[in-house]
């Protein structure tokens, strides 16, 4: 049994975020989905899921390479909220811009915000670890 509930996506590659959803439906098929194609949308759209007192999302994963506001900036937008509620909010960063070369020093920089990092194109069986 998992202990995810509510899962979100940011991302704006359209055919990454359907092939994850399916993934996702097959696996978890009762529970709760979001999806958004950029920080700037996430963001709203958890103003607005605190503001209608809907629970947020368990599980985040967060693309870094997006219009509007990038993943490293929704990191840093999201972090007061985050320390503001009483809710553990694990975030994976799903990219094809980590450098595997440099991903020790994204995760000294960004260990605290971060559960980890995990590099496009991902393999269905790495989704399904971090939902389980």
Known sequence: MTRVKS??????DKVYTFGVKKLIKSEL???EFH???NGKEAMDGIQNMIESGQNLPDL????IDMPQMNGWEFLLE?????E???KKIEVF???SRIDESQQELYKVEWDEKVSDFIKKPVAASAIREILH
């Open 29 to 31: 098929p009762e529970h």
């Open 60 to 63: 985040i994963l967060l693309d």
């Open 93 to 95: 960063v799903i990219s």
């Open 78 to 82: 999201f972090e007061p909220i985050r």
């Open 7 to 12: 899962i979100c996506i940011i991302d704006d």
């Open 84 to 86: 503001a509620i009483d």
């Open 35 to 37: 999806s958004f194609e």
